[in-house]
């Protein structure tokens, strides 16, 4: 069975910093494209950063570009999300998802890509 477990939410002041986890078990991590998302109160989910299993990683919002970064660990099956700089236009529920394996999965703003999610992390930012 394939668990998503995102952690490291929390409230956080403008202009501070917070590191989201997410840890994955039931899976080849590796062999998986893994992903973070978002999703703002009345607004539409939309895509952050994808680590590909072939050692890509691309971005889609300019938004967080310089602020946030994307890593992996594939020993350890997690996947980290370091926040800096943070916005109050930054709070969301934070997802993380899973596509594979392989070709099977992709990376994509959407996360039509993505076979597995987590239940999200909420990130507060106050001004």
């Known amino acids: 069975q394939v668990q998503v477990v995102e952690s490291g939410g929390g409230l956080v002041q403008a202009g501070g910093y917070l590191k989201l986890s997410c840890t994955i078990s039931g899976l080849a991590f590796d062999a998986y494209s893994v992903g973070w998302f978002r999703q703002a109160p009345g607004k539409e989910r939309e895509g952050l950063f994808c680590s590909a299993w072939s050692g890509a990683t691309a971005y889609y919002q300019n938004s967080v570009k310089g602020r946030f970064t994307i890593s992996r660990d594939n020993a350890k099956n997690t996947l980290y999300l370091d926040m800096n700089n943070l916005t109050p236009d930054d709070t969301a529920v934070y997802y993380c998802?899973?596509?594979?394996?392989?070709?099977?999965?992709?990376?994509?703003?959407?996360?039509?890509?993505?076979?597995?999610w987590g239940k999200g992390t909420l990130v507060t930012v106050s001004s």
């Open positions: 998802a899973a596509g594979g394996p392989r070709s099977a999965g992709f990376c994509s703003n959407s996360g039509s890509g993505m076979n597995y």
